[in-house]
Antibody
């Protein structure tokens, strides 16, 4: 059974940093691109960042470009999102999602975690 | 990149059909067939419903269908059922390893 479990959210002050983690199981992690998608409670989905199967390709939404860094560790079957210079508008539920497109990412998010909540406030 | 445009809400009676549009540009929706749709119930993670514009993953009822014309993709739900009441989101590849979602559409089954 495919499982994605996010962790690392919490309350953080503006300007600080935080790292989110996503532990993957039930599939061959190295065979899939992965993504982070966020959602402000009561609002819509926003694609945040994606990384190819081998980390060779990465992309970021304009709203986080230069502040967030996505990475993955195949030995730990884990996906990460390093978030720096956090802003109140980054407050959201952050989902980890697998890309069904396999190694060639297509943005087909076939499995999602339950999300980890980040709140940026002083 | 800007978000894709979806109607805020649509509604229909049980048994009817509804269509949700998703309008982008020639740089995203119109550029490829990498368009997908998601269903989300309150408090739950989104569910993968449509990919490659028209294809359904295993387990998704054939009442759900997708299409695209130019820069606009559409999700049609036929034979509407009460359990279809949810939020629906489209997503498209915008090039250069970037993706964009629509703002979401709330479907109400009357």
């Amino acid at each position: 059974e495919v499982q994605l479990v996010e962790s690392g959210g919490g309350l953080v002050q503006p300007g600080r940093s935080l790292r989110l983690s996503c532990a993957a199981s039930g599939f061959t992690f190295d065979d899939y691109a992965m993504h982070w998608v966020r959602q402000v409670p009561g609002k819509g989905l926003e694609w945040v960042s994606g990384i190819s199967w081998n980390g060779g390709s990465r992309g970021y939404a304009g709203s986080v470009q230069g502040r967030f860094t996505i990475s993955r560790d195949s030995a730990k079957n884990s996906l990460y999102l390093q978030m720096n210079s956090l802003r109140p508008e980054d407050t959201a539920l952050y989902y980890c999602a697998r890309d069904r497109g396999g190694a060639g990412a297509k943005g087909y998010f076939d499995y999602w975690g339950q999300g980890t909540l980040l709140s940026v406030s002083s | 990149q800007s978000g894709l445009t979806q109607p805020r809400s649509v509604s229909g009676s049980p048994g009817q059909s509804v269509t949700i549009s998703c309008t982008g540009t020639s740089s995203d929706v119109g550029a490829s067939n990498y368009v997908s749709w998601y269903q989300q119930y309150p408090g739950k993670a989104p569910k993968f419903m449509i990919y490659d514009v028209t294809k359904r993953p295993s387990g998704v009822p054939d009442r759900f269908s997708g299409s695209k014309s130019g820069n606009t993709a559409s999700l049609t739900i036929s034979g509407l059922q009460g359990e279809d009441e949810a939020d629906y989101y489209c997503c498209a590849y915008a090039g250069s390893y970037l993706w964009v979602f629509g703002g979401g559409t709330k479907l109400t089954v009357l």
